[in-house]
Each structure stands twice: as structure tokens, then as C-alpha cells.
């Protein structure tokens, strides 16, 4: 799944960066908070991780601009202002949840998983199409009722699939969800060659991953 940070202390940004990858999620960053608007407004971003004190346009404003536009990518607003006041503050703004700095990233990390148990464009943490589960918070599947081994791409794969089914999702969006580089899984067979992989791994069971051809993939009960 896709994450937007915007920090501008790239030291922090860099350690973020680092550990957020190393945990599979594909990234986004921004440094100013009129470019963190402008990324929020163009992707469909599961989260974002917005620091208060943004050159260009402060995290607070960047959040309240776009609950104002109707994004409703849950919120994690990251500062070094750690009173009562602030916090509401920033909760008032729209932010789902406030951590104080300096970051415990372990900490980062629960509160994440947190926000994507319980994303707002779903009605249940959890996506079931047929006898496919998926957690987007604690990033695990199962089918049948048996722990399904997904790679982290194929896993954004299927969350992407399962939150657009029954409708067919397109390669430049499948691309933007779950690579870094959209242009390197555009420019190659890489794309095709997950799905390949998970549609194996679906084999069998009451889904479906059909090619639907000159509009990309869909997941379907069958």
C-alpha cells in the first residue's frame, strides 16, 4: 500500500523512508507542505504521515485543506508540539492521530497499522471477497481459512483489487499503488508477471483474477 510522508528534517525523513520500506509499503515523500497537498489531491494514498512544521504551507493546513477537499486518506501528524492545546489543535484540523517527537519507531509503526485497520473509504477493517481475507493493517491474507503467502507486492496487488472490486483496475494504477517507480513497472513485463504469481496463489479457490483486456484486472467472486 502507498504512504505519503512529508517531512522536512531529511535526516528523519531518510530513517522513515528506510524503515517504512523495509516493512513493505511503497513511498511517497514530500518536503514542502504545498507539495504534500498536491501529491495528497493526485494519489489515492492508504495513509500520510504529515510533520507540523512544513515550509510552504504548515502540516495542520495541508491536513484541513484537504479534509476541506474531500480526501479521505487517514492522517498521522508528526511534531515536536506536545501540548494539550497543540494536540487539539491538530485533531481539530482533521489529523486521526498525533505523535510527539522524537520518534519511537515502533511506535510509528502500531499507530500506522492502526489507521489501516480502520480505513475510511471501507465499511470493515478487513476485505472478503469469496473466501479471500485481507487485513490491510496487520498486512496478512488467508484463504479458505489458511494463512496465504503474499509477497508485498502481491499483497498491494490484491488490497488494491479487492477494495475496487468488481470493477477493473488499470496498469498505471496498479503501478502507482505498488511501486515506488510507476515507470519501471510500466516500462516491463513486471506488472503481469505479480499478478501471474497471485492469480497461481488463487488457484483453486471461489475468486477469481481475471485479465480484463485494454482496461487492466479485476477480482471477482467465482
Same mark, same amino acid.
Given at each position: 500500500?502507498?504512504?505519503?510522508?512529508?517531512?522536512?528534517?531529511?535526516?528523519?525523513? !531518510?530513517?522513515?523512508?528506510?524503515? #517504512?520500506?523495509?516493512?513493505?509499503?511503497?513511498?511517497?515523500?514530500?518536503?514542502?507542505?504545498?507539495?504534500?497537498?498536491?501529491?495528497?489531491?493526485?494519489?489515492?494514498?492508504?495513509?500520510?504521515?504529515?510533520?507540523?512544521?512544513?515550509?510552504?504551507?504548515?502540516?495542520?493546513?495541508?491536513?484541513?485543506? +484537504?479534509?476541506? #477537499?474531500?480526501?479521505?486518506?487517514?492522517?498521522?501528524?508528526?511534531?515536536?508540539?506536545?501540548?494539550?492545546?497543540?494536540?487539539?489543535?491538530?485533531?481539530?484540523?482533521?489529523?486521526?492521530?498525533?505523535?510527539?517527537?522524537?520518534?519511537?519507531?515502533?511506535?510509528?509503526? +502500531?499507530?500506522?497499522?492502526?489507521?489501516?485497520?480502520?480505513?475510511?473509504?471501507?465499511? !470493515?477493517?478487513?476485505?472478503?471477497?469469496? !473466501?479471500?481475507?485481507?487485513?490491510?493493517?496487520?498486512?496478512? +491474507? !488467508?484463504?479458505?481459512?489458511? +494463512?496465504?503467502?503474499?509477497?508485498?507486492r502481491e499483497l498491494a496487488i490484491a488490497e488494491l483489487l479487492m477494495r475496487r472490486?468488481?470493477?477493473?483496475?488499470?496498469?498505471?494504477?496498479?503501478?502507482?499503488?505498488?511501486?515506488?517507480?510507476?515507470?519501471?513497472?510500466?516500462?516491463?513485463?513486471?506488472?503481469?508477471?505479480?499478478?501471474?504469481?497471485?492469480?497461481?496463489?488463487?488457484?483453486?479457490?471461489?475468486?477469481?483474477?481475471?485479465?480484463?483486456?485494454?482496461?487492466?484486472?479485476r477480482l471477482v467472486p467465482g
Open positions: 500500500m502507498r504512504i505519503l510522508i512529508a517531512e522536512d528534517d531529511r535526516a528523519l525523513l !531518510s530513517v522513515l523512508e528506510r524503515g #517504512l520500506r523495509e516493512q513493505g509499503y511503497v513511498l511517497d515523500t514530500a518536503t514542502r507542505g504545498d507539495d504534500a497537498l498536491h501529491l495528497l489531491r493526485l494519489y489515492g494514498y492508504a495513509a500520510a504521515i504529515i510533520d507540523w512544521r512544513l515550509p510552504g504551507l504548515p502540516g495542520d493546513e495541508v491536513i484541513r485543506q +484537504a479534509r476541506r #477537499l474531500g480526501i479521505p486518506t487517514s492522517m498521522l501528524m508528526l511534531t515536536a508540539r506536545d501540548t494539550t492545546e497543540d494536540k487539539v489543535t491538530g485533531l481539530d484540523a482533521g489529523a486521526d492521530d498525533y505523535l510527539v517527537k522524537p520518534v519511537n519507531f515502533p511506535e510509528l509503526l +502500531a499507530r500506522l497499522r492502526a489507521l489501516l485497520r480502520r480505513p475510511r473509504d471501507v465499511g !470493515s477493517p478487513v476485505l472478503t471477497i469469496g !473466501s479471500l481475507r485481507l487485513d490491510p493493517g496487520s498486512r496478512t +491474507a !488467508s484463504l479458505n481459512g489458511k +494463512a496465504l503467502q503474499l509477497t508485498g472490486s468488481p470493477a477493473a483496475v488499470d496498469r498505471l494504477t496498479i503501478a502507482r499503488h505498488a511501486w515506488d517507480d510507476e515507470g519501471d513497472a510500466l516500462g516491463s513485463n513486471t506488472i503481469d508477471v505479480h499478478v501471474g504469481h497471485l492469480r497461481h496463489k488463487l488457484s483453486g479457490a471461489d475468486v477469481q483474477l481475471l485479465t480484463v483486456r485494454g482496461a487492466g484486472y
